[in-house]
């Protein structure tokens, strides 16, 4: 293709000088404009002056060339930049700076071989000399709105309809081609004329094209109407078919007819200058400023305290009460240093009438608009991901109404990629069944325009409703997306393999028995537990019926300090007036003292230490799939090496723990009476010397006998996942027939029907071809963000894709969890009867702080102004 003429590069230029100058500054008279022609390196040519008027005469507009493609002539008509394929080979730019009264803006040409690029390069804004204070903040408050009416915000505000009216509709160049649609059918240049019948022809001044969307708009309708119809809202009109019948019948309207007279209207009063005093314009600039900064204050208070889970009303809504609640202080707090927030106070105060913004729903609107900003932000970044998981849990509130958490988990890939758990709300479920929390997950998704056929896992806790291999939630899911894979969570199955161990033994049973009555015993009475603190450095800690993992802490207090927390109960019976704390103390401080109790200390701590430090790694949302199964096995085989050696080393611990406590280290009887002789013949009573080996037997072996056996149970799903993605994680290092096949078996895994993610053979090839690594051994998530550093995506596309999804894929619940914490502290008693819309806007700003963190406040009160919709402007 032939390169456009150098005319066409200027007439283009002249579009945008024009539209940024319109949008500015109104242009008085032509304005002179300095060509700067650079070579390819960016070096200045000789320069050229031509005047606007010039350019327009030695560049008729519609000058573009014929080989320009139906799109590329409506972005170089709308004053946009032509697509980068148009410019090909051989670029040379030119630089057009215009010095107009407003200021100076710079655009740049690069005319290339088939093609030109328009670019804004910079526009700096001068004021002129001594303006007037109306007219420079009239400026600043007019916000440059698209010449494309498909792009016009869908409320419009008054400044906005002034600007569309001073620079009048966007006309379509006479030499403009129109696309055809799949009918063949176009627009045409004659349905902007009117035909009379005499014969002549008017202009409809009215009628704009829109290149974007290719249809057709009504410029005084789509200002001033409150209709809806094709001509004003939607992607327009673009029934080409029927197009002349539908322009006769609106042009004929009333409503058309009326919003002519208001367009024409404004149209003369902006042209004199009438249409508000200048006096008047800076009183309203200068109300709208400050409603902006009272709300930006506001808003700010409210984010603030929905992050700290604070409540924000009292038992009234007045100011300089006592009890007028958290936000209403904060207001109180900051007007003092704050002259905004001080002045509103006084307008409030003094009785006028004016609104104060203060109230209860203008605190609920604003915690919405704070919260749906969030969510915006984050449905954006799921967007772009294209591939998550979603992660599930349930728990019931205060008010006794089972609450799911929903979580999304993302790989973002702006800048360095790195793992997202997003959470997006509370699901009130009126019924747990498998259908009932399907159909809800489904009902939400669709609530979200969350495309189901990108999931790529899913994760819940180890419910019977949900794991079930037929009818359980994951199956259902399933059976829609084969592709979305079921992950049980990993963090879950290792409390349940320490709750497992824990039931295996009568022994162990009766020692987290004695674990809680010990600290019911303490904590029963204030002067009991000031005893027990004087002895004991660290607290005990009642356990936790869910997270058996986390009584390492109660069992590190017994364990390391069981003498002072015997001479604490040898203290309590020496002070007891009650017979039966009396009674009590000693029994617990025999069994604290006792052999029995120090091996049982000594085991536990061992076993779920281990458990512990396993579980804590697995609850972080980074961790990978072949990593939880390299952990599990690390476990594993610490476990089996803990039954071969560690009940001898037990009983050294427990000894030394008795001399300390100067008992004996030794079992004793615990059976009340001998088992009566019927016969002569029958077995005596067990011997003292065979007590160790019995414990040893039903207490140490069994224990954790019941930890491995059930960690490779529970593990074996897991294991099965990790097995389709291992070739992710060492792929480099595996032979070609290995490679080949476990390649096979990951495409199969994320096919369904003719749907596929990946293709085996390019994978395969990527793989093989894979660069020089910078360290020997690398995770899923380095490989990731290998390939986005050295913008090696194009080059290894399937790798990049198998990646994401991998990464995707969900380990734990634990996201879930940590949402209900803050539930409950959101939820509390005096808060029980808070709606469930409300519990949502704050725990999406509290969850979600570091997202709240980058919304901007000018958005959040746009998006207020939006809803209000009231005569004061924002």
């Not at 002249?14 to 650079?38: G, I, R």
């Not at 999931?455 to 079930?468: L, S």
């Not at 295996?504 to 029963?524: C, H, M, P, V």
């Not at 969890?817 to 819309?837: D, I, V």
């Amino acid at each position: 293709m032939n390169a456009l003429e150098d005319d066409d590069a200027m007439f283009l230029a002249d579009m945008l000088l024009d539209e940024c100058k319109a949008a500015k500054v109104p242009e008085t008279e032509p304005s002179a404009c300095t060509w700067t022609e650079q070579d390819e390196e960016g070096n200045p040519l000789p320069k050229r002056r031509r005047t606007l008027e010039n350019r327009k005469r030695a560049s008729p507009k519609g000058a573009l060339k014929p080989s320009l493609q139906p799109q590329q002539q409506a972005q170089a008509s709308a004053g946009e930049p032509l697509s980068e394929s148009a410019a090909t080979e051989e670029s040379a730019s030119r630089v057009a700076k215009s010095n107009s009264p407003g200021g100076e803006m710079q655009i740049q040409i690069v005319a290339v071989e088939g093609g030109v690029n328009v670019n804004r390069l910079d526009y700096a804004a001068h004021q002129a000399e001594e303006p007037s204070t109306a007219s420079a903040d009239a400026r600043e408050a007019v916000t440059a709105i698209p010449r494309d009416p498909a792009d016009w915000p869908a409320n419009l505000t008054d400044s906005d309809r002034m600007e569309l009216v001073r620079r009048g509709p966007y006309e379509i160049q006479s030499g403009f081609n129109f696309p055809k649609n799949q009918d063949g059918r176009s627009c045409h240049h004659h349905y902007f004329f009117r035909k009379l019948a005499n014969g002549e022809r008017i202009k409809r001044t009215w009628l704009m094209y829109s290149p974007k969307r290719d249809s057709l708009f009504c410029f005084c309708c789509k200002l001033f109407s409150q209709k809806s119809f094709k001509l004003r809202t939607g992607g327009g009109m673009t029934d080409w078919k029927n197009c002349t019948d539908i322009l006769k019948m609106h042009q004929n309207s009333a409503e058309h007819t009326k919003n002519m007279c208001s367009w024409k209207d404004l149209e003369t009063s902006v042209t004199k200058g009438q249409t508000l005093d200048k006096a008047e314009l800076a009183l309203i600039i200068t109300e709208t400023r400050r409603w902006r900064e009272v709300l930006t204050r506001l808003a700010a208070i409210i984010q603030s305290l929905a992050e700290r889970n604070l409540s924000l009303r009292g038992s009234t809504d007045r100011l300089n009460e006592a009890d007028n609640g958290n936000f209403l202080k904060e207001v109180e707090f900051m007007a003092q240093f704050d002259p905004v927030l001080k002045e509103h106070m006084a307008l409030v105060e003094g009785g006028a009438d004016h609104s104060s913004y203060l109230g209860e729903s203008i605190q609920n609107e604003l915690i919405d608009c704070i919260s749906d900003r969030i969510l915006k932000s984050i449905l954006s970044e799921i967007s772009k991901s294209k591939y998550f998981s979603i992660i599930l849990d349930c728990t019931p509130d205060l008010s006794h109404r089972e609450q799911i958490s929903l979580i999304i988990r993302i790989v973002a890939l702006d800048g360095t990629p790195q793992i997202k758990e997003h959470f997006l709300g509370f699901l009130e479920a009126e019924e747990t069944s498998e259908e009932g929390l399907s159909t809800l997950i489904f009902k939400k998704l669709r609530e979200f325009n969350i495309p189901f056929y990108n999931c790529r896992g899913q994760a819940y806790d180890d419910g019977t409703n949900t794991m079930g291999k037929n009818q359980g939630v994951q199956a259902r899911l399933r059976q829609i997306n084969p592709r979305a894979l079921y992950v049980p969570s990993i963090a879950h199955t290792v409390k349940l393999v320490v709750s497992d161990a824990a039931r295996s033994s009568a022994d162990a049973e009766a020692y987290f028995g004695y674990l809680q009555k010990l600290f019911n015993f303490f904590a029963a009475s204030s002067p009991r537990w000031a005893i027990l603190k004087n002895y004991v450095d660290t607290d005990l800690k009642l356990r936790p019926e869910t997270r058996w993992e986390t009584r390492v802490g109660g069992v590190a207090a017994v364990r390391f300090q069981a003498a002072k927390v015997r001479d604490a109960l040898l203290e309590l019976r020496e002070s007891a007036a009650d017979p039966g704390v009396l009674v009590e103390a000693q029994s617990l401080a025999e069994e604290v003292g006792s052999y029995r109790f120090s091996i049982c200390s000594v085991v536990w701590y061992d076993v779920l230490s281990k458990i512990q430090n396993v579980s804590k790694l697995l609850k972080s949302q980074d961790v990978e799939v072949d990593v939880a199964v390299d952990l599990l096995k690390q476990a594993e085989a610490s476990l089996a090496a803990y039954r071969d050696e560690g009940f001898a080393a037990a009983q050294t611990c427990a000894k030394e723990m008795c001399e300390e406590m100067s008992e004996e280290a030794a079992l004793k009887r615990k059976r009340l009476r001998n088992t009566r002789e019927q016969f002569s013949y029958e077995a005596l009573d067990e011997l003292l010397s065979d007590a160790m080996q019995k414990m040893e037997a039903s207490f140490f072996n069994l224990v954790v006998d019941k930890a491995i056996a059930s960690l490779k149970e529970r593990a074996e799903m897991m294991r099965k996942v990790a097995g389709k993605f291992s070739v992710l994680a060492n792929f480099t290092d595996l032979p070609a027939l290995e490679l080949e096949k476990q390649t096979n078996v990951l495409c199969r895994t994320l096919t369904s029907g003719d749907w596929t993610d990946l293709n085996s053979e390019e994978l395969l090839v990527e793989m093989k071809s894979f660069p020089p690594r910078p360290k020997t051994k690398m995770t899923m998530l380095e490989y990731l963000a290998f390939l986005e550093e050295k913008r090696l995506t194009e080059v290894y596309p399937n790798l990049w894709v198998a990646l994401r999804i991998a990464l995707t894929i969900p380990i734990t619940v634990a996201a879930a969890e940590r949402t209900f914490s803050k539930q409950k502290l959101l939820k509390t008693y005096l808060r029980s009867a808070m709606s469930q819309e409300h519990l949502n806007g704050l725990a999406i700003i509290s969850i979600n702080r570091d997202v709240a963190g980058e919304i901007s406040y000018d958005e959040t009160i746009d998006a207020f102004a939006a809803r209000k919709a009231r005569s004061l402007r924002f």
